[in-house]
């Protein structure tokens, strides 16, 4: 403890990790209805899933224009992407969201209806190589949606953000963060 | 003869930002200031710039705020101090995807843009990483990724597997891979477009943030003057030690040649003025018959 204390500062949010997005965490920090609290808390890690899908899709896609996707990476890459979405889903169907939470639960699970459908047309590759296809322009214009959606459902507060410093320590995220916690 | 001018313009600053960020180790030892600025090397007829910032408008402005960053302003206005327009700038060297870097790309419309191969990559495989490891994807915004599709489709991503020489005249671009990101770049103006050259300068994108990083002090280990890594590295502090060296063995170990753009103190080093909108214009070098913008 004595030498973690000199490399962190005394007040950084690091010491405080494990609970930070926690539902008494976003109690404490001003979620005063416990429900939207656990709702909130319990989505957190299905919304990163979320964002880390549509990066891989968007990542994919930007590789593939510039023809540096290597075809064994896609094809890791691209398991990789359906794995963590069939894991979100689940995650999603578990999840009973509060009443005052229903409008935000049905927009996530519309956004990873649309993640699915991303991912099948990402499958055919093929029709997505040529810039002016349709095809490539509908997956763009699907992602940008997706995009989008995730922005108008981030509560950064909560961490669900579209980038994320909430892991970061006293050594890389600013002061105003940490004060607030 | 001098092929370029460059100039170093703050587009925002976050006014205490935790040293411990800026130079690796260097905990409980307060707060410096942060400026947020792009270079811009500027030719006769032609412009480019060593990355673009973030744009203030949807989460940027949540990551601005985030971040506690002052004064941010656009890149017409912060361009329009050097004679420029975001419609002049034909290249544009992007030393790693992180926010403040690769986030306002759709403010240069006619600009073509640089990145490394590994660089993309590597985040869109940490992306597929279990949610644990995410602290690794801290700075990436999927929004960026997104709007490099649309670049690429457009023909104005170019993707470099590796180092280039002469990219244009007496420009090259380097590598430092796995140091501060996955394949972190810097820019090596040759001025007098010779090789070798007795008239470069580094711009060291994120791998130099202030000039402690080239002439630290180690509290710890008692040494006066050493290479002090930046506070964050998705690689490792060895590689951006060793991207350090090689960049001052490009300049002949004349510090001042390499160019952090997060260091206040430019304005002390070279010719600059504050701005209306309470931003600094460091003008480093000046090409041949050109004027001053500071003067």
Known sequence: MTAALAIHDPNCSTWDTPAESGADHLVAIGYHDERIAAYLSTLRPVYDAMKRCLGQMAGLLLLLQTRCLDPHRAGVTHDATREILVELSDRLRALKAPEGAQRHFRGLEALVRQLEAGAEQLNRQKDLIDPASADLDALVRRLFAIQHGLLAAAEPRAGLSPVDFTAACCTCRPRSTRQEN | ?295
């Open chain 2, 1 to 295: 003869m001098s092929l370029y001018s460059i100039y170093v313009l703050e587009y925002g600053y976050v006014p205490e930002y935790d040293k411990s960020g800026v130079i690796y180790g260097a905990h409980n030892e307060g707060y410096v200031k942060l400026p947020y600025c792009y270079a811009v090397i500027k030719g006769k007829d032609w412009a480019a710039m060593v990355d673009v910032g973030y744009n203030d408008k949807d989460y940027g402005k949540y990551l601005g705020n985030l971040f506690n960053v002052k004064d941010w302003s656009p890149p017409k206005d912060v361009l329009a101090e050097i004679g420029l327009t975001p419609e002049d700038i034909k290249a544009v060297f992007i030393t790693h995807a992180h926010f403040d870097h690769f986030g306002n790309v759709e403010a240069f419309p006619n600009a073509t843009f640089y990145i490394q191969k590994k660089e993309l990559q590597d985040w869109v495989w940490a992306m597929s990483l279990p949610d644990r490891l995410r602290w690794i994807l801290s700075g990436i915004d999927t929004g960026d990724i997104l709007r490099g599709v649309q670049l690429a489709r457009d023909k104005r991503l170019v993707v470099l597997d590796g180092p280039m020489e002469n990219v244009f005249p007496g420009i090259d671009l380097k590598v430092a891979y796995d140091s501060h990101t996955w394949a972190c770049m810097w820019v090596s103006v040759r001025n007098d477009g010779q090789a070798p050259s007795s008239d470069t300068w580094v711009l060291a994108g994120d791998l130099v943030y202030q000039f402690e990083n080239l002439h630290g002090a180690s509290k710890q280990l008692k040494i006066e003057d050493l290479y002090l890594p930046v506070g964050l590295a998705t690689g490792s502090q060895f590689n951006l030690i060793m991207a350090t060296e090689a960049m001052m063995k490009e300049v002949g170990y004349e510090a001042r040649r390499v160019i952090p753009v997060h260091e206040a103190r430019l304005g002390q080093t070279f010719p600059s003025r504050t701005t209306k909108h309470n931003l600094r214009v460091s003008e480093i070098c000046l090409a041949d018959q050109a004027s001053s913008a500071v003067g």
